[in-house]
């Protein structure tokens, strides 16, 4: 059995076995294909969406002093990487670029440290939890959770969207507390401030309880970006008649 992937034209140099014959030797070793189709695994499973597919640091092109910074703590980060243990919580408005920092960090991490990494919206990593409580369901929440509580770096999007339930809070809990005590490193993105700016405005402690934002200081440094909504910048540039 091989590495070499289905319909994939075979490697000229080990012919898709995986091993390749040292010039001027009888030995053989590791052929360097499968150094490539094991980074295509690792990105495959890293579940990226392909909306944020193309997303790298050198694509990110701040406008605002906040957005500099923040640049250049995921630079700072990955320089650091593994020996860092801390991870990232990116804190803004919609349309700053959090998860396009995030996914940043992540593909670099799996491309050039070849370490596995996960991205998951927190709202759909719910669903596929409540989801394995059918009887139907090909997943149990064990299988579900396995790959979020074991991934050397997580990118978890959106903290805080989905309502604040006893169960939402429970769910964060699990997640949060397994990968403190494993050591895990995690980074964060949330729409929602650590400190209210309007009356009524719920902040990130209201979302996810004071306990596990006191958690997050120990875990994460907070990274506050704001500025413009790129999203907006971009759909009023494409449709211009």
Not at 90 to 102: P, R
Not at 190 to 208: C, F, H, K, V, W
């Amino acid at each position: 059995m091989t590495d070499a992937a289905p319909n994939q034209e075979l490697c000229t140099r080990c012919g898709g076995s995986g091993w390749e014959r040292v010039e001027g030797s009888e030995t053989v070793r590791r052929c360097g294909c499968l150094d490539v189709t094991r980074l295509d695994r690792l990105l495959a499973a890293a579940r990226i969406p392909k909306r944020y597919e193309h997303c790298d640091l050198e694509s990110y092109k701040p406008t605002d002093t906040s957005q500099k910074k923040a640049k250049a703590d995921v630079v700072r980060f990955l320089a650091k990487y593994p020996f860092i243990n801390v991870g990232l919580l990116f804190i803004g408005n919609c349309g700053v670029g959090k998860t396009h920092l995030a996914v940043s960090l992540l593909k670099q991490i799996i491309l050039e440290k070849r370490d596995n990494g996960l991205f998951y919206d927190f709202r759909d990593l719910l669903r596929e939890i409540q989801s394995s409580w059918n009887s139907v369901s090909q997943a149990s929440e064990l299988e579900v959770l396995r790959p979020v509580l074991a991934a050397d770096v997580l990118v978890l999007d959106e903290l805080g969207a989905n309502k604040p339930t006893e169960w939402v809070r429970d769910t964060i809990a699990h997640i949060i507390n397994c990968r403190y005590n494993d050591k895990k490193l995690t980074v964060f993105t949330s729409n929602y401030p650590d400190i209210a700016e309007r009356p009524g405005e719920d902040t990130l402690t209201d979302r996810i309880g004071a306990r596990l934002r006191s958690r997050m200081f120990e875990m994460c440094k907070v990274v506050e970006i704001k500025g413009e909504d790129f999203r907006k910048a971009i759909m009023q540039a494409n449709y211009r008649f």
